[in-house]
C-alpha cells in the first residue's frame, strides 16, 4: 500500500501527480493510502475531475475542500476529521465507510452515494441535493441505526428499506423522491421538524412518523402511493395533507392531537385501522381531483373525541365505525354507510343528504344532536328502530337506530338556518 499526501493548501487537480508526496509517484490508486492535511485555515479546493480511487482517505484541512465532479471510489475508509467533502451534480461517490468529525461538512449539489456505509447522521442542507442509489447502509458511530437530517431533496433512486432515522424539514423545505418503493422499516422514525414533501412512487410506512408544531408536517404529492402500517402522532397545530392523484391507506395508527390531518382531493382514501382525533383537531377528506373519480373510504374506525371534527365530502364509503365523543361533530356531505356511535354526550352528526344515509346510529343519547342542515321536516314516527321524519307528510329521512326507543323520546326542532335538529328529551 503506497501513501500518498496531498501538497496542502494547495488547489489544484486529484489527477495531476504533481500536487502529489509519494515514495511511488504517480497519483493514488484504489490500494493506497491518501492523506490531505492541512493545519492552517488556509482555502484550497483538491478537484477530481476523471475519477479517482483510495483504500483509506483522510481530510483534516480546515480551509480544504474535496470536490468530486465525477467518481470517488473508496477501498476501505474515507473519514472526513476537518474541512468539506462536497458532491457536484452528477457526481459519484461509492464503496468503503464514509464518516464525518465534528469539523467537517458534507455538501451535495445533486451528486449520489452508493455502495457504501455512511457513519454517523447525513445532513442534507436546504440548497442540497443527493441521491442515494443502491446499497447504501446508514449507521450510527457506535453501529446502530443511522440519521438523515434533511433540509433539502433526498432521491431514493431504487427500492429502499430505511431502518433508522429521517430528521425532516431541518432548515428548509424538505423533499423525499423515490422512483420504486421506500419502506420506512419497523423501529424506523420519520421524525417532522419541518415542512416537506413526499413526491415519488410508493411509500411504506411500517415505523413511527411524529409531527409536532405549526412549522411541522409534509404532503404526499401525485403521482403517488402511501401505505401506513405503523404509527403516526400528528400534534400541536402540525399539518400532514395528501394532495391531488395520491393513493393513501392507513392500516395502521394515526392519532391527531390539536392538529390537522387532510385529504384534499386524493385519487383514493382507504383507512382500515384507526384514526384517533381529540383536543380540537379536524379530519378533512375531499375527494376527487380535477375531474378525475376518487373514493375516500373508512372500513376501520374513525374516533373523534374533545370537540374534534371530520368532514367528509362528496361521500365516505365502506362500512367502518365513527365513534362521537364529548363535543366532536362529524359532518358528511353525501352517500355513508358508516355506524355513527355517540359514546359521549354532546356530539353532533349533520348530514346533508340524510337520505342517503345508510348506516346505524348507537348510542344517541339527551345532549347529542342529528343536523339535517338541507332538510326540514315537521313530523316525526318511529317503528323497528327506524325513525321516519316528514314534511306535510312526503318522508325526507329514514335514520336507523341501535338500541330500544319511542317516538316520544325524539324531538324535532329549527337549526336556525333552514334546517332540523333530531334530539333526545
Known sequence: MAKFLWDAPVTGLWSDPANWASPSGGTPGI?????????????????ITN????????????????????TLRIGNQLRACAGTLTLARGALLEGGTISLGAHAQFLSTDGTLAGLTWRGPLDIGPNDALSLGAGVNLESANGGPGTVRLGGVLDFRSSTIFGGTLAFGVGGYATVLNSGVLDFAPGSHIELRGEGSFNGATVVNDGLITAAG???????????????????????????RAVGNTDWTNAGQIAVTGAALTFLYPKDFLNTGVITLSDHASFRVFEGSEGQAGQATNNGTIRLATGSSLIAAPSLAGTGTLVL??????????PCAQTADFVSSGATLSLYDPQTFRGLIADFGSGDVIDLPQTQADALAYANHTLTLTETGTPVASLHFLGSYHASEFQLSSDGTGGTLVKII
Open 31 to 47: 490500494t493506497d493510502s491518501v492523506q490531505i492535511i492541512d493545519l492552517t485555515p488556509d482555502p484550497f479546493t483538491v478537484a
Open 51 to 70: 475519477g479517482a480511487a483510495a483504500f483509506n482517505l483522510v481530510l483534516d484541512a480546515a480551509g480544504g475542500q474535496l470536490l468530486d465532479l465525477a
Open 214 to 240: 405549526t412549522a411541522a408536517g409534509f404532503e404526499t404529492l401525485s403521482p403517488h402511493t402511501f401505505l401506513n402500517n405503523g404509527t403516526i402522532q400528528i400534534t400541536n397545530r402540525a399539518q400532514i
Open 325 to 334: 365523543g364529548l363535543n366532536t361533530e362529524a359532518t358528511l356531505l353525501g
